[in-house]
């Protein structure tokens, strides 16, 4: 028995999901997404919308391989990796399946693929180690904590969040240290 859809009752259950598009000519994976729904059956019944995530040459190296296999008579294989996931939880296995399988039709990388991507013990050591932070005198320091709000925004963008300080501490300030786990993971000068 062939599934082209999910039954509508599903959809709930499901929430998010991580995909796998197998070539059953090989047993090799050639896409690896994230979707809701059907999602999945949509590149196989043709029904791709372009998304901003995927661009023509993206969609048409996957479009390739699924003619060819149904040239050959076959179907490509579904293979849900994981489901029931938020979407955020869906970037991140889809990120990491990605970056498990070479040779994909994906044209980019899972999303935060470049900072939290493959890496050597080595280079995450020299990423995440920290040296000790010396300050020429007659700098005046506000350190702000963005423990909670860094995972949501960049460095950049929570040290600029509002915060509760005193107005007049802060303007005395001529840099602002982003701290992190009580590491100092950015360096700022105030212009207001």
């Given at each position: 028995?062939?599934?082209?859809?999910?039954?509508?009752?599903?959809?709930?259950?499901?929430?998010?999901?991580?995909?796998?598009?197998?070539?059953?000519?090989?047993g090799?994976?050639?896409?690896?997404?994230?979707g809701?729904?059907?999602?999945?059956?949509?590149?196989?019944?043709?029904?791709?919308?372009?998304?901003?995530?995927?661009?023509?040459?993206?969609?048409?190296?996957?479009?390739?391989?699924?003619?060819?296999?149904?040239?050959g008579?076959?179907?490509?294989?579904?293979?849900?990796?994981?489901?029931?996931?938020?979407?955020?939880?869906?970037?991140?296995?889809?990120?990491?399946?990605?970056?498990?399988?070479?040779?994909?039709?994906?044209?980019?990388?899972?999303?935060?693929?470049?900072?939290?991507?493959?890496?050597?013990?080595?280079?995450?050591?020299?990423?995440?180690?920290?040296a000790?932070?010396?300050?020429?005198?007659g700098?005046r320091?506000?350190?702000?904590?963005?423990?909670?709000?860094?995972?949501?925004?960049?460095?950049?963008?929570?040290?600029?969040?509002?915060?509760?300080?005193?107005?007049?501490?802060?303007?005395?300030?001529?840099?602002?240290?982003?701290?992190?786990?009580?590491?100092?993971?950015g360096?700022?000068?105030?212009?207001?």
């Amino acid at each position: 028995m062939q599934v082209l859809e999910f039954p509508r009752e599903m959809h709930e259950s499901l929430k998010y999901y991580v995909y796998r598009l197998i070539d059953p000519r090989n047993g090799l994976t050639f896409y690896v997404g994230k979707g809701r729904e059907n999602r999945v059956f949509d590149h196989v019944m043709d029904r791709v919308n372009f998304s901003k995530d995927e661009d023509e040459d993206d969609v048409s190296a996957k479009m390739r391989v699924i003619r060819d296999i149904k040239a050959g008579g076959l179907e490509p294989l579904y293979v849900i990796h994981r489901h029931g996931l938020s979407e955020r939880e869906a970037y991140l296995v889809e990120a990491a399946v990605i970056d498990a399988h070479a040779g994909l039709t994906n044209i980019m990388g899972g999303h935060g693929s470049d900072e939290f991507g493959p890496a050597s013990v080595e280079q995450l050591v020299e990423r995440y180690s920290a040296a000790e932070m010396i300050l020429p005198a007659g700098y005046r320091l506000m350190a702000i904590s963005i423990n909670k709000s860094h995972t949501d925004l960049t460095i950049e963008d929570a040290v600029a969040c509002a915060w509760k300080v005193s107005l007049s501490r802060a303007q005395r300030a001529t840099h602002v240290l982003a701290m992190i786990g009580g590491v100092c993971r950015g360096v700022f000068i105030p212009e207001q």
